[in-house]
């Protein structure tokens, strides 16, 4: 049954979105339903901690979508392998000579390498950033985690500004910081402390996760948080993150369905976080009719009206967003009145 | 639990796991019905099993009748209550027993890439080549790991009479020697418990009980095996453990197990991670089952 707790909605009216990609050798990798399915499974998740997290920050944090390609692009940053295949020293030889030769400008690159019973990191024998030796139990974490920080790196404008070569060193500095702080880590660090990435989400997991037959991904938002905040305290102390104007942030708001001029309603609220929302039905379930006609200051449903909540009152309102119908045997059930949420940072 | 169960011979603790391989028809059975069914001594593969290994000392004669009519109902006695013995075989993980082994296998560790040195688990209970050949029908059957301690609770709490030890072997085959008083020991226990006697004899832990039931050639080493002895009543054929679900912390698949039996075993196998051995080149590794991002 989905519950609206465990709903993605707030990345399904933002274009404010990044791609990456996953590299998996041609021999494991055709376009199948499987590998589909699962990273698409892979992406809500990870996109319901981002939003999450942008529940909780004062700045956007873009959405992700997540690609599987068996070609080196400017947009990988994983590879992904396993020990199947004898021939991986090759494969990986000939992806490190394209990296060197073709995609000196990727930010960072992480080996994944994926085995019974592994769980740690360690310097790559093939010049990428790192090399992260995990269980299948992982798979998941793995990728959310190394995806995670990219989308909360890119809700600094100052560290989005940084040219190429200071996006490469960023990783290093992670690392530096994880190491002269000793962070928690799920992985065991056996890069003798010479590892040019970290990412802050491997210090956020509990052991209940790591310890668990069936793990589910579960990460301590409030350290995660804290973990960057001190980061960036400390190695970008005089840097102030800059949102954009409300204007172009509405900009980025899908299907056109805001008023040129909305903006202009954000003039004289104080900084902090706020939603704009907007009915996107009109016949909704009556449960719900008159609490939306009382938010919306209106007699009857109908789709378009907007408002401005403040974050204090999402979770009040949580209820009302999306619309689910769920059918099981014995009854159907509705969820959400079909409000849309938009993220919208007041500077 | 977890993943751990997957990891290196380096990076386990040892005696931590007991491995028990079988056909996968016999696997089902386990599953199905949670319980590891015992077996006979005398229908064990080695033929020094089927038989009583003790000897008698020389003794003083001069009450040889006496001494004689004693040995003969004592070897009378064991071999025919050697058809209520059970036993329920069990392998572990290789230890060293020198430095020099322990030294050998790091040099071979660390003289592999650093993907096939993350990735072997040869040493491993699991990963024993002639466990997989003789016990899990060539490759095609199953090799179930269990936690040693959920198992000693699972025996504790359901076998009275039994006996759980490593066997230990040796380079030539002599019998057990039992000296005099010993002798008159059991002839007293026979007297006194009659058919009952064994069950003490087992539970007690006597030394030639162990001798006979624990000691084996080094022939057979490489099974690196543990063993719990039980004793079941006259006429009674089955022992199990029973609830030994509780205790099974991961099923390995063996190479030669086809796709149908793999699938099959993991859909049964709802809360055990099911996984399956491989050989690459010179390595032994272990692979999940279903896709790369499965």
């Given at each position: 049954?989905?519950?609206?707790?465990?709903?993605?909605?707030?990345?399904?009216?933002?274009?404010?979105?990044?791609?990456?990609?996953?590299?998996?050798?041609?021999?494991?990798?055709?376009?199948?339903?499987?590998?589909?399915?699962?990273?698409?499974?892979?992406?809500?998740?990870?996109?319901?901690?981002?939003?999450?997290?942008?529940?909780?920050?004062?700045?956007?944090?873009?959405?992700?979508?997540?690609?599987?390609?068996?070609?080196?692009?400017?947009?990988?940053?994983?590879?992904?392998?396993?020990?199947?295949?004898?021939?991986?020293?090759?494969?990986?030889?000939?992806v490190s000579e394209q990296l060197n030769n073709y995609f000196a400008n990727i930010s960072h690159i992480v080996?994944?390498?994926?085995?019974?019973?592994?769980?740690?990191?360690?310097?790559?024998?093939?010049?990428?950033?790192?090399?992260?030796?995990?269980?299948?139990?992982?798979?998941?974490m793995i990728i959310i985690d190394v995806f995670?920080?990219?989308?909360?790196?890119?809700?600094?404008?100052?560290?989005?500004?940084?040219?190429?070569?200071?996006?490469?060193?960023?990783?290093?500095?992670?690392?530096?910081?994880?190491?002269?702080?000793?962070?928690?880590?799920v992985f065991v660090d056996e890069s003798n402390g010479e590892l040019d990435y970290y990412s802050f989400a491997f210090s956020c997991h509990n052991s209940m996760m790591i310890n668990s037959n069936t793990p589910q991904y579960m990460i301590d938002y409030d350290k995660y948080i804290k973990i960057w905040d001190g980061f960036i305290r400390t190695y970008f102390p005089n840097d102030v993150h800059v949102e954009k104007s409300v204007e172009k942030q509405i900009e980025l708001?899908?299907?056109?369905?805001?008023?040129?001029?909305?903006?202009?309603?954000?003039?004289?609220?104080?900084?902090?976080?706020?939603?704009?929302?907007?009915?996107?039905?009109?016949?909704?379930?009556?449960?719900?009719?008159?609490?939306?006609?009382?938010?919306?200051?209106?007699?009857?449903?109908?789709?378009?009206?907007?408002?401005?909540?403040?974050?204090?009152?999402?979770?009040?309102?949580?209820?009302?967003?999306?619309?689910?119908?769920?059918?099981?045997?014995?009854?159907?059930?509705?969820?959400?009145?079909?409000?849309?949420?938009?993220?919208?940072?007041?500077? | 639990m977890g993943f751990e169960v997957w990891k290196p011979l380096?990076?386990?603790?040892?005696?931590?796991?007991?491995y028990h391989y079988t056909s996968m028809e016999k696997a089902y059975s386990i599953l199905y019905n949670n319980e590891l069914l015992f077996s006979a001594p005398s229908k064990t593969n080695d033929i020094f099993e089927q038989k009583v290994k003790i000897a008698f000392k020389d003794y003083d004669y001069s009450n040889f009748c006496d001494v004689l009519n004693k040995e003969e109902r004592i070897r009378n006695y064991l071999n025919r209550v050697r058809e209520r013995i059970r036993i329920l075989c069990?392998?572990?993980?290789?230890?060293f027993k020198t430095e020099e082994d322990k030294k050998?296998?790091?040099?071979?560790?660390?003289?592999?890439?650093?993907?096939?040195?993350t990735a072997n688990v040869i040493g491993r209970g699991f990963a024993l080549p002639r466990m997989w050949t003789q016990y899990a029908d060539n490759s095609k059957g199953v090799c179930f790991i269990l936690n040693k301690s959920e198992v000693i609770k699972i025996v504790?709490?359901?076998?009275?009479?039994?006996?759980?030890?490593?066997?230990?072997?040796?380079?030539?085959?002599?019998?057990?020697?039992?000296?005099?008083?010993?002798?008159?020991?059991?002839?007293?226990?026979?007297?006194?418990?009659?058919?009952?006697?064994?069950?003490?004899?087992?539970?007690?832990?006597?030394?030639?009980?162990?001798?006979?039931?624990l000691y084996k050639l080094s022939d057979w080493e490489n099974e690196y095996e543990c063993r719990l002895i039980t004793v079941v009543d006259e006429g009674s054929e089955m022992a199990s453990l029973k609830k030994v679900g509780k205790a099974i912390e991961g099923v390995v698949v063996g190479a030669n197990v086809d796709k149908l039996h793999t699938t099959l075993l993991k859909n049964l196998c709802e809360k055990i991670d099911v996984r399956q051995i491989n050989y690459n080149d010179i390595i032994t590794t272990i692979q999940t089952i279903g896709g790369i991002l499965s």
């Open positions: 049954m989905i519950r609206p707790n465990n709903v993605n909605y707030l990345k399904e009216y933002t274009t404010d979105q990044i791609i990456r990609l996953i590299y998996l050798d041609d021999k494991f990798f055709s376009p199948n339903k499987e590998i589909s399915d699962k990273i698409t499974d892979i992406a809500n998740k990870l996109n319901f901690v981002i939003q999450n997290l942008n529940l909780k920050v004062a700045r956007n944090i873009p959405y992700f979508s997540i690609g599987i390609l068996s070609n080196i692009t400017d947009l990988t940053r994983i590879i992904f392998r396993n020990i199947s295949n004898i021939q991986t020293g090759i494969v990986m030889l000939q080996d994944c390498f994926r085995v019974s019973g592994a769980l740690k990191m360690e310097k790559s024998e093939y010049n990428m950033n790192a090399k992260i030796s995990f269980d299948s139990f992982f798979t998941e995670l920080d990219i989308a909360f790196f890119n809700s600094y404008s100052f560290l989005k500004e940084l040219s190429s070569e200071k996006k490469k060193d960023f990783n290093k500095l992670k690392y530096e910081y994880f190491k002269n702080n000793k962070l928690d880590c708001r899908k299907n056109d369905h805001i008023p040129n001029d909305y903006h202009e309603r954000f003039k004289d609220k104080k900084p902090g976080v706020y939603f704009l929302i907007r009915t996107d039905k009109k016949n909704i379930a009556s449960k719900y009719k008159k609490e939306v006609c009382s938010l919306f200051g209106i007699d009857e449903c109908e789709v378009g009206k907007l408002q401005i909540i403040k974050q204090e009152d999402f979770n009040k309102y949580r209820h009302l967003f999306k619309g689910e119908y769920v059918s099981s045997k014995r009854n159907s059930l509705y969820y959400g009145a079909h409000i849309s949420p938009f993220k919208v940072v007041v500077q | 380096d990076e386990i603790g040892t005696d931590k796991y007991l069990f392998s572990m993980d290789t230890k050998q296998y790091i040099e071979m560790r660390d003289s592999l890439s650093s993907d096939m040195k504790q709490k359901n076998l009275i009479n039994y006996y759980f030890d490593n066997v230990t072997y040796s380079p030539l085959y002599t019998p057990y020697l039992i000296a005099q008083k010993e002798l008159d020991d059991i002839d007293k226990l026979i007297e006194k418990y009659k058919e009952s006697a064994i069950n003490k004899m087992i539970s007690d832990q006597y030394q030639f009980m162990k001798y006979d039931l």
